[in-house]
């Protein structure tokens, strides 16, 4: 059986974190049809296979450094709209192929280069494509090592936005989690958990291809 490891393992749904899923469910929600998806650090790739079952999207590439969290996923969680792959999130190279929608939920806290991290992701990244990412709340959950033994640092909200900035994304929407038992999703920021919706800055703030898209979806830009 494979060892957490700071991941969430179980061969069912039901055993995973609700606050979790919730994160995969509001992402669901934000896929358009026939998108090529992917999801960065996605552990036994339960979220892959949520988004592939609440949405339609072309294809979802889950990828996860660990090969048993993803030999764990193939087993568990295998969909037809989902590939999972080993790969490093710091070095991903998917033959030149970007993303219409990108996730990466509960993973920035975990790496220590993570403005490379978010470099890299704009990078994979289609000049109309989404980010969705999340982390956890320094205010609310201040780090401690002794309790976080995988993590190198929180963000408070008002670092978490100004890093995505700095990485050239634009904040569409936020909101946060602000109970991990019931996984509730409000709009805003400053729960446990953030979640920043986020496109390329240049999306936003030149063309503005973003924004009609981002309206079809219940979103309003956050200037």
């Known amino acids: 059986m494979l060892k957490p490891g700071g991941r969430q393992v179980s061969p069912t749904l039901d055993g995973i974190r609700r ?36 949405s339609r999207p072309e294809m979802i590439v889950g990828v996860d450094i660990s090969a048993d969290a993803i030999g764990c996923g193939l087993e568990h969680y295998p969909h037809p709209r989902v590939n999972l792959l080993c790969g490093d999130a710091l070095k991903l190279d998917l033959g030149g192929q970007r993303f219409d929608v990108i996730v990466s939920f509960e993973t920035l806290e975990h790496i220590e280069e993570d403005r490379a991290f978010l470099a890299n992701l704009r990078r994979l990244l289609a000049p109309a494509g989404l980010l969705i990412i999340s982390t ?43 109970d991990r038992e019931t996984g509730d999703i409000r709009r805003g920021l400053g729960g446990a958990f953030d979640i920043a919706v986020c496109a390329g800055a240049e999306a936003i703030y030149g063309r503005g291809a973003i924004s009609h898209d981002a309206a079809a979806r219940g979103l309003e830009v956050v200037r």
């Open 19 to 54: 606050d979790h899923r919730e994160r995969y469910c509001l992402a669901a929600t934000l896929i358009p049809d026939h998108a090529w998806v992917l999801d960065v650090a996605c552990g036994i790739g339960y979220g892959s296979f949520i988004m592939a079952q609440l």
């Open 136 to 178: 956890p709340n320094e205010d609310v959950l201040p780090f401690d090592p002794s309790c976080y033994a995988y993590h190198v640092r929180h963000y408070r909200s008002a670092e978490f936005t100004r890093l995505l900035a700095d990485g050239g994304f634009g904040l569409i929407a936020a909101y946060t989690q602000h």
